[in-house]
Every structure is written in structure tokens, then in C-alpha cells.
């Protein structure tokens, strides 16, 4: 079974820039998680889709986040403008039930 | 909402020996705690999970214990080895929003 696929791994950008990761999900899996993991600390929960609903975005930084899955499977979250502390891995994961979630390798974020 | 707290945030043992990492959570009504291990650089990766209807799981080196009354739980790493060193984080699925929140993390060094 493929797992979680995530796009770009690394991405580095000046503050201010607009950047944006892509996320493919393991097929079927009807739930879907953006995380944001700063060094040294768990992931923190930003939006949780369900097929292309939102189900909870209540830690989205809505006034320069925002994320997408137009079409149930694929998804794409986007950051304009960024800012230094944005710096992170953003984690993708998706789950068949809500609970047992499995996560992609992440993409990396260093904003300069 | 749940709040996870995870103790301690590093532990070092000797291979060989034993590791116990120990996460209260807070909502009384969470019903699914998984542990994820994650090595440097990359996904977390889900190692084990119990569910509250369960007070013990074991799988092979390790084993989860759930205590309801007390709301807390434990990952035990027996005859740990040096491949057994990484971060480690504990979660709580709280049933009442719906989502995983993840403890601060343990980082776990086994020395040969």
C-alpha cells in the first residue's frame, strides 16, 4: 500500500513570500490532516478535511493559511505571506477512521 | 479541549535496559491513544495504539497501559536497542472534537 506523498520536501523562501505544499493522501483514506511541527514539539493540528468538507480549522492562522481539497483526494496547503516563525515541518497525514492517522514525510519549511 | 502531557522530554538507558515514557490527558471522554516514533528528519510513525476499553497491549518489545480513573498512560520499551532511539510522542483522540492532540514529545537515547 503507498503511503502518504507529500510535495516539495524542502522549501526555503524570504519572509513576506508565498509558498505552497501539495499532499496526496493514502488511497481511500476519507480523512485528511495538515500538521505543523516546529522543532522540538509535537504536531500541531491546523485542518482536518473529511472527503472536501472541512471538519476543523480552528488553529488555522486563517489570515495567511489557507488549504484546500477540491476534489476529496488531493490536497494543498498555502501560506501568503510567510513569516519567520512559520518555520516548520508541515505534515500531511490521512485516515480511514478518524483515529489511526499515518503521516507523510513532511515538508520542511525555513523562511529567511 | 484535551490537553496531553508527556513526561519525561528525554531519557537516556542503557541498551538493554528498560524505558517507560508516562502522558495524562485531560478530556475524560478521549477513547483512542496511539504512540508515534519518529527518527531524525523523518514521518512519525505509528508503533502502537489502545483503545479506552483496554487497559494493556502488547507487541512484542512494547507495550501500552491505560489507566481510565487516573487518565493516564504509559509506552514500556523492554530490552531496548540503539535502533529503539528517537523521539517518541503519545496522543489522545478526544471524542469530543474530534481530533488527535499530541504530547510535547520524549527523546529517547539508548546507548551501546
Known amino acids: 500500500e503507498a503511503g502518504v506523498a507529500q510535495s516539495p520536501r524542502y522549501k526555503i523562501i524570504e519572509k513576506r513570500q508565498s509558498v505552497a505544499f501539495w499532499c496526496n493522501p493514502i488511497?481511500?483514506?476519507?480523512?485528511l490532516y495538515w500538521y505543523q511541527q516546529i522543532l522540538g514539539q509535537g504536531p500541531k493540528l491546523l485542518i482536518q478535511?473529511?472527503?472536501?468538507?472541512?471538519?476543523?480549522d480552528s488553529q488555522l492562522p486563517k489570515d495567511r493559511f489557507s488549504a484546500e481539497r477540491l476534489k476529496g483526494v488531493d490536497s494543498t496547503l498555502k501560506i501568503q505571506p510567510a513569516k519567520l516563525e512559520d518555520s516548520a515541518v508541515y505534515l500531511c497525514a490521512s485516515s480511514p477512521s478518524q483515529e489511526t492517522q499515518y503521516f507523510g514525510p513532511g515538508t520542511r519549511l525555513l523562511v529567511l | 479541549g484535551e490537553n496531553v502531557e508527556q513526561h519525561p522530554s528525554t531519557l537516556s538507558v542503557q541498551e538493554g535496559d528498560s524505558a517507560v515514557i508516562k502522558c495524562t490527558y485531560s478530556d475524560s471522554a478521549s477513547n483512542y491513544f496511539p504512540w508515534y516514533k519518529q527518527e531524525l528528519g523523518k514521518r512519525p510513525q505509528l508503533i502502537i495504539d489502545i483503545r479506552s476499553n483496554v487497559g494493556e497491549k502488547k507487541d512484542q518489545r512494547i507495550a501500552v497501559t491505560l489507566n481510565k480513573t487516573a487518565k493516564h498512560f504509559s509506552l514500556h520499551i523492554t530490552e531496548t536497542q540503539p535502533e529503539d532511539s528517537a523521539v517518541y510522542f503519545c496522543?489522545?483522540?478526544?471524542?469530543?472534537?474530534?481530533?488527535?492532540?499530541f504530547g510535547g514529545g520524549t527523546r529517547v537515547l539508548v546507548k551501546p
Open positions: 488511497s481511500g483514506h476519507a480523512t
Open positions: 496522543a489522545a483522540y478526544g471524542a469530543a472534537g474530534n481530533k488527535l492532540t
Open positions: 478535511f473529511q472527503n472536501n468538507g472541512v471538519v476543523d
